[in-house]
């Protein structure tokens, strides 16, 4: 069994006023511990930051919606790091 540990220190997103951020934290919780569950690749190592670009969305998304987008993104983006 794997032991893998994510930090997310501090979550921004921009344009999404009146979202709920805590529902969307849950989420992203929620995807992240599934895509890992499911045998996502990931590396060890650190990043400092992850920008999420423009992720495709519905015009008026829901806490979920936006929370598996960013943990795809944040999937991607991690799949790499500390890779020799």
Do not use: C, N, Y
């Not at 650190?46 to 919606?65: E, F, H, I, N, S």
Request: charged share 25%.
């Amino acid at each position: 069994m794997r032991r893998v540990k994510i930090h997310i220190d501090r979550l921004t997103l921009d344009g999404f006023d009146g979202i709920d951020g805590q529902a969307v934290g849950r989420a992203i919780e929620r995807e992240l511990t599934r895509l890992v569950a499911g045998g996502a690749p990931l590396r060890s190592g650190a990043v400092d930051r992850v920008d999420g670009g423009t992720l495709p969305l519905p015009p008026v998304p829901t806490p979920g919606q936006l929370g598996r987008a960013v943990s795809s993104s944040v999937q991607r983006s991690v799949r790499g790091v500390g890779k020799r």
